[in-house]
């Protein structure tokens, strides 16, 4: 079958450095007659999640059948906000940080280890910090290692700076 699409110009349309559909504050595609679609990153989302990503919870995030869109959720909502709210798994403690994992239905799970900055704030307080590690890993040591591209008995940091 033979069709014919007839259309106005979009009024916006937005890609990202890899030419994929994308806008993080509005629709990637609108047109003047207010029609629009959403994409962040190539995955199509529900307007919602870009207009209103504060209703982004953990109920909405694990009630998402699609794996695509719940990453895009995770991600907007904040990986460690996430983690934290959804009472992730704290997996190992040790002198280099917590470990945690968090199970996400139908894809790899969530794993970050929590380190504290070495380095004052301006406060002179420290911040944390939440860094995404392969979900193997087993050790907050072994993870905070990885994050610096070595072998968990190669690092021995004498001085952090």
Request: charged share 30%.
């Amino acid at each position: 079958a033979k069709f014919c699409i007839v259309s106005d110009r979009p009024e916006r349309l937005m890609v990202d450095s890899q030419n994929r559909p994308h806008s993080d504050d509005g629709p990637f595609c609108r047109w003047r007659d207010g029609s629009a679609l959403y994409a962040v990153h190539g995955v199509r989302v529900p307007a919602w999640i870009v207009e209103q990503p504060a209703r982004i919870t953990v109920a909405a995030i694990e009630s998402e059948s699609n794996t695509e869109i719940r990453r895009v959720m995770i991600e907007r909502c904040g990986q460690e906000r996430y983690l934290i709210d959804s009472n992730a798994v704290l997996v190992h403690t040790d002198d280099y940080g917590r470990l945690y994992k968090k199970a996400v239905a139908g894809d790899e799970p969530l794993v970050m280890v929590k380190v504290l900055n070495s380095t004052p704030e301006q406060d002179g307080g420290f911040k944390d910090y939440f860094i995404r590690v392969p979900p193997g890993m087993r050790t907050a040591r072994e993870a905070v290692a990885w994050t610096f591209g070595k072998e968990t008995n190669d690092y021995e940091p004498v001085v952090e700076t």
